[in-house]
């Protein structure tokens, strides 16, 4: 069964660019790895510039598989020099009855 999650990329000074670059191959990545699920993702931009994905895990044990694949953990490694990982309860926007974000096209 699959695994929907939530996650929050906050971008280091300067790296807002290559962090929504990121964003956008990041399910592609995971797909070709056998990893997610074609569930179309969503990403979307909070007001602090944090970028916000919501998409799906295959199952649990592809999200274990993950932690074993070298492209995967290649794309992470990019990810933690382009960003820091926040919770969503961290986002101005989770205080919000209908938290509202902008696209990320």
């Known amino acids: 069964m699959g695994k929907i999650v939530i996650a929050c990329y906050r971008p280091k000074p300067g790296k807002q660019s290559e962090l929504e670059q990121l964003t956008r191959e990041h399910v592609a990545i995971l797909r070709a790895e056998g990893l997610a ?5 969503i990403a979307a ?11 799906e895990w295959a199952s649990q044990e592809a999200i274990d598989r993950a932690h074993e694949s070298a ?3 290649n794309l992470w490694g990019r990810y933690e020099a382009a960003c820091d990982y926040v919770k969503v309860v961290d986002l101005a926007e989770a205080g919000d009855v209908w938290a509202t974000f902008e696209p990320l096209d």
Request: no cysteine.
């Open 71 to 73: 492209e995967v953990r």
């Open 45 to 55: 931009r909070s007001k602090d510039g944090t970028i916000v994905e919501v998409f």
């Open 37 to 41: 699920t074609d569930r179309i993702p």
